[in-house]
Each structure stands twice: as structure tokens, then as C-alpha cells.
């Protein structure tokens, strides 16, 4: 019993000078993994303070829950360097799409999760938007949009981007749901509604490749909305002579 009661007093002293002693105060904070966010604003973001213990750092400061506000921040890791360094890790979202959503353009991760405002749309990004009328809309950065538009809408553009000959540059839905692709040269691809996207898809890399069809250059649009069926509108092309 006395023996029990020296060992717990020795385990309390031990505590309380590892947690008093100065030689363990958070001096140093080493941030890796940075693309666009400033390592001042992530540090501020820690809630880290000068001179604490770094044992409470490592057990009880929820330092990625802190961080994990900041709609940028994807993923975010701690690591203890001792006596006195905190390692952040931060993994930060990637732009995958941008949205234009109630007259905002919003930069959208792989995930669908808008993790930035825009001024303008981002060159070398397809733009998602809808055509048809609609109320507005509660976007909060960090968090997904539960618009049905939205999520069909990067379902096409999550299924298309390693399609080499598609080259999306604005996807589109109407008010009645259908999906319509425009390529960079201006080439269209109907899709009309959301069902059977893989189907449909598949129809419009065959037609458009090498040798699937007529030369993309003479297209205005593909209509693969009904998959069986798909159908080329060629361009009208001015037969007037120069000057004529």
C-alpha cells in the first residue's frame, strides 16, 4: 500500500514538473504542405499560444478541429518535435470546377465542396452553370451544395475528366434538368437528362474520335440524348466568295 501510494505520488510530481517546465514550451511551429493559404494565417488559425505546455498541445488542443474551419484546408495533421516544436501537415482542397451560383463564382474541390469565392472565372477550369430560373441559393464555404443541378452536373464533369477529346470548358443544365457539355473549340454535347451518363458519354468519345465521325471542326453540336440515336448538326459554312 505505501509502496502503491510513493509510485502515485511520483507519477504527480512527475506531471507537474513536465508540465511546469519551461524547457517545454511551444517555441517553435513548423507548417509543411502550404499552397495558397499564408503560414501566419494557419498559425493564427491553430489557436496555438507562445509559452504553452507542449504535452497539453499534443493531448488536449483540438488543433485540427481549429484548422478544419478553414474551407481551404482539406486535411490537416499535427506531429510533436520534442522539447518545444509543433509540425503542422496541411493537405489544402485542389480546384477542380468553378460554379456560378447566385451571380458568385465559387471554386469547387474534386469533392464538390466550394472552398473559395472568385471574382471571375478561373481560365483552364470548366464553368458549371444553370440556365433556368431558380430562387436563391444558401452556399457555405467548406460544405456541399444540395442542389440537384449542382450534383448532376459534376457527376458529367467527375466522369469526363479524363476524356482527352471532350476538353469541357462550361457545362450547362436548363430547367429541365438536361445536361449540356461546351467544349473549348465551341463543339456541344447534348446530353438531355441525367440518366444513363455513362452510356451517353461513351457514344459521344466514340463519335468524336479519330475516325468515329465527321471532323469535329464541322460540328455544331453532338445529341446523344438518346444514346441509340445520336445525331450530328453540322455548322453552316458561308458559301458567298470574298467580297461578294
Known sequence: MVRRCCMFVAVIEL??????NPVFWVRNVRIYGLQTLHPGQVFIESGIQPKTNIFRVWFKE???KRLSKDPVIEHATRLIAFPDTIVLK???RQPFAVLLLDNRYWLLSPDGIPFRLLAAPTPGLPLLKYTGVEGSA???LGSSINRDWVLQSFKLLTLIKDRQNLDPQLITVDQNGNLCLNRADNLQIRFGQPEDLPRK???AVETLQ???GAPTSNILYLDVTDPEHPALMPR???SKEPGQ
Open 236 to 238: 453552316e459554312h458561308d
Open 90 to 92: 496541411i493537405t489544402e
Open 62 to 64: 483540438p488543433i485540427e
Open 201 to 203: 458519354l461513351a457514344v
Open 138 to 140: 444558401q452556399v457555405t
Open 210 to 212: 479519330p475516325g468515329g
Open 15 to 20: 506531471a507537474v514538473l513536465l508540465l511546469a
